[in-house]
């Protein structure tokens, strides 16, 4: 890393990352609230509904089957063959429907999924490509890292387990109301004999199966709890991999021509190496909780039987009744054993939640400004001109101004803003967007929308050429002839016949060549004001002069504002400014601008940073 990525990376505040967790309550809270909002909150309703709606009925269904039991068992014991057949042809109708209501209750939980995804990651991709917000999210500390990641394979994986346990823990909680009342009437016929005397535990076997399930809960908590932390450290270091191997991809030629692989091999190494460590604490943890799970599966098939024993041995229940005692207590020890079962999921969910939350809960927090640093103040200009008011932009070592307290520049003008390495030009570019607001002052702007911001490398969609140069437009908004001309004037004719192409246009041209793309979708759109980063010093002498022709021609109302590093009037510009460092003051830096925390986000990104200019 350079020194001036360094300057730029301390002037980052810290958002509030995935250790500062706000509570799972409030979590759902804000998720819940997002959904409430979503255009799938007619869906998810009548699909909650619907499959609330079928775990009734299977419920109703699977009470019916208990009882079935007495019948078919007695049957069986007295060799009745005729009860035999009529049982079993109950059997069959009972079966049949349980059937269609787990295929129901199947398609509806899969639908639900599917519809809560949609819910949840539109919302999240609304919230990330607020205006200006996934670029402020970019400098709010490891909270940025992989936005990617959060927004599909984490948000993917979390709807799945909140469905999957939503509509199993309330098929178990029903399933628990409705057997425990079942169990209880049952526990009547459970007779203890002592010294002669017969006596009957009121809800004997509901106590049992109780006693055994909770044992079974706060084992599986105090064995399982360090997998909620375990589980989110091993998410963020998957994401980092991820993140790792996407860059290495995407510069790979940049390594074969330095003869870099063995060093991207080590540094691959090094991530495989952290996800597997933590993978392997993952594996250890598991294994603890089988020990509890497993054995407590195990005891659970003998368990009902053992408990019920005494009233079968002393007469007071028959075999088929015996088999109906067990059969509930199956039923309410199964829906008490839900959180045994899926403790690991529940850790698992809670981490995939809390990576979710804080992310959309930073997206909103990335606008709210802060307490203790100070801020560039953004205003409209009452004549629609640009205007720079005791402007200080700040960085982490340092801060930059310009060389007068005030300046006004009007409409028509052509300015060029000077400054060194590092001094913060792309600070100031981006202050004036509105994406730097980490300094103190006031910028007067003129109407927002007659504005073009060309940064030092252009945005290049990956879609056909006439999209990118119409972007943001639709590329409907221009025609064929408009399009050749605008390339054809920027240089770039060789391009004139590949408007349909789509491919990886921002790996197919030069640098020279996007900021000339750049230019061209300037000419196209005709905005009142150009602001520049650098642009005109990255395009080669030939094409700079058919460049700056365009502003003497068709873009001659155009008001452009350039940073660069070097004051090369040219005939071009009408006036220089210069750019002035200073060490910062007491009292006066950004929030949280030596915070260790910041580090990984300038290896997470991994993209060019303002204040680097």
């Not at 105090?222 to 991809?249: K, Q």
Request: with cysteine; aromatic share 8%.
């Amino acid at each position: 890393m350079t020194a001036n990525s360094e300057t730029a990376l301390h002037a980052k505040p810290v958002a509030r990352n995935d250790r500062e967790p706000v509570g799972v309550f409030a979590d759902l809270a804000m998720l819940i609230g997002a959904l409430r909002s979503s255009p799938q909150k007619a869906p998810l309703a009548f699909l909650t509904a619907a499959i609330v709606g079928v775990v009734v009925a299977t419920v109703i269904g699977q009470i019916r089957l208990n009882a079935w039991h007495q019948p078919f068992y007695d049957a069986l014991a007295q060799r009745d063959l005729g009860r035999f057949v009529h049982q079993l042809l109950v059997f069959g109708a009972i079966a049949t429907a349980l059937l269609v209501l787990n295929v129901a209750q199947t398609w509806l939980h899969e639908m639900l999924k599917m519809r809560l995804r949609a819910g949840a990651t539109n919302d999240l991709v609304r919230q990330w490509l607020m205006p200006g917000r996934a670029s402020k999210l970019a400098w709010s500390g490891t909270i940025a890292v992989n936005p990617d990641q959060r927004i599909h394979e984490d948000t993917r994986h979390l709807t799945e387990l909140w469905v999957d346990m939503a509509v199993g823990l309330f098929q178990s909680a029903l399933l628990l109301a409705s057997f425990t009342a079942v169990l209880w009437i049952l526990s009547r016929d459970v007779v203890f004999t002592y010294a002669d005397r017969t006596f009957a535990i009121p809800g004997y076997m509901v106590w049992c199966a109780l006693l055994y399930a909770a044992t079974g809960s706060w084992l599986s908590w105090r064995v399982g709890r360090p997998l909620i932390a375990m589980n989110a450290e091993r998410y963020a270091r998957e994401a980092d991999l991820r993140f790792l191997l996407v860059h290495t991809s995407e510069h790979a030629d940049a390594i074969a021509l330095y003869r870099g692989e063995k060093d991207e091999h080590l540094r691959l190494r090094r991530e495989v190496d952290s996800v597997l460590s933590v993978m392997r604490q993952l594996v250890g943890a598991h294994t603890r909780l089988t020990w509890v799970t497993a054995g407590y599966g195990w005891f659970a098939i003998v368990a009902p039987v053992v408990v019920a024993a005494p009233g079968y041995f002393s007469g007071e229940l028959s075999f088929g009744r015996l088999m109906m005692v067990v059969g509930a207590f199956f039923q309410v020890q199964q829906a008490l054993r839900w959180f045994v079962d899926n403790f690991s999921r529940i850790a698992d969910w809670r981490a995939t939640l809390l990576r979710v939350a804080a992310f959309r809960r930073a997206l909103i927090e990335v606008e709210a400004p802060g307490r203790k640093a100070e801020r560039i103040e953004l205003v409209a200009h009452p004549d629609r001109a640009l205007a720079f008011e005791d402007l200080r932009i700040v960085s982490g070592t340092g801060s930059a101004t310009l060389n007068a307290g005030r300046i006004e520049i009007a409409p028509g003008e052509r300015i060029l803003i000077v400054g060194g390495p590092g001094i913060g030009k792309s600070a100031l570019f981006r202050a004036m967007a509105g994406l730097w607001p980490w300094g103190r002052g006031r910028i007067s702007l003129p109407p927002r929308d007659g504005i073009m911001f060309l940064p030092q490398r252009p945005y290049i969609p990956i879609a056909p050429l006439r999209a990118i140069l119409s972007y943001p437009k639709r590329p409907a908004a221009f025609a064929d002839g408009v399009l050749i001309g605008a390339l054809q004037r920027t240089g770039l004719s060789h391009l004139v016949g590949q408007l349909d192409s789509r491919q990886r246009w921002d790996k197919e041209l030069s640098v020279d060549e996007q900021q000339r793309i750049a230019i061209a979708r300037a000419l196209l759109h005709r905005p009142q004001w150009l602001i520049l980063d650098e642009v005109i010093d990255a395009i080669d002498t030939e094409h700079r002069r058919r460049i700056r022709s365009l502003f003497e021609d068709e873009l001659a109302e155009t008001t452009v504002v350039s940073l660069g590093r070097h004051a090369r009037r040219e005939g071009f510009y009408t006036r220089i400014l210069r750019m002035t460092r200073h060490t910062n003051r007491a009292g006066f830096a950004p929030p949280d601008s030596a915070s260790p925390a910041l580090a990984p986000a300038a290896a997470g990104t991994g993209r060019s940073k303002a204040g680097s200019g």
